[in-house]
T-cell receptor, first 110, second 114 residues
């Protein structure tokens, strides 16, 4: 089993739709959580960190469920420009290693 | 300010040749990572540098791969006797600290081994 697992998608949604991705992690010692966005043939870029209390940035909401060991990303009012691959990233307590999921591909359709 | 830069952006080489990939991290960032991303795959950790500490080389796939970081700044990833399966995008990232900090990625070097 992979340490970080994501549904690869693709998720094809119409503009304006709300879409949610989940990511599960297997190591309960994981402490830091992030969502990165990667456009085709580009480098990953931080979308948002995920805090225990959950956090929101405009149309994007991230949540952490430690009991069930998953994090989620909710995108409201999807835009064409949201089309990308969304990478879930987990870092273990006391280490420097970031474990990347293989990503969930989102396509927002006009 | 300047982000992470990598060179070359693209490299085509023949099987058996050696290649060197360069990474310039963000000034002041003490942590530097190398990853490999094959087509349609996730990021594979290769090596990690933190300040003057010994690097974590546990992700290097074979002894043909090596990396160094001079003066705590610029890093070079060297692949000797390249093989076709080495073809991938090699990404460098830096962060201010380890573990809890955001990683900033360079644009990557696309390596194609013919």
């Amino acid at each position: 089993r992979k340490e970080v697992e994501q549904d690869p998608g693709p998720f094809n949604v119409p503009e304006g739709a709300t879409v949610a991705f989940n990511c599960t992690y297997s190591n309960s010692a994981s402490q830091s959580f992030f969502w990165y966005r990667q456009d085709c043939r580009k480098e990953p870029k931080l979308l948002m960190s995920v805090y225990s209390s959950g956090n929101e940035d405009g149309r994007f909401t991230a949540q952490l469920n430690r009991a069930s060991q998953y994090i989620s990303l909710l995108i409201r009012d999807s835009k064409l420009s949201d089309s990308a691959t969304y990478l879930c990233v987990v870092s273990r307590s006391g280490t420097y290693k970031y474990i990347f999921g293989t990503g969930t591909r989102l396509k927002v359709l006009a | 300010g300047a982000g992470v830069s990598q060179s070359p952006s693209n490299k085509v080489t023949e099987k058996g040749k050696d290649v060197e990939l360069r990474c310039d991290p963000i000034s002041g960032h003490t942590a530097l990572y190398w990853y490999r991303q094959s087509l349609g795959q996730g990021l594979e950790f290769l090596i990690y540098f933190q300040g003057n500490s010994a690097p974590d080389k546990s992700g290097l796939p074979s002894d043909r791969f090596s990396a160094e970081r001079t003066g705590g700044s610029v890093s070079t990833l060297t692949i000797q006797r390249t093989q076709q399966e080495d073809s991938a995008v090699y990404l460098c990232a830096s962060s201010f600290d380890q573990g809890r900090e955001t990683q900033y990625f360079g644009p990557g070097t696309r390596l194609l081994v013919l």
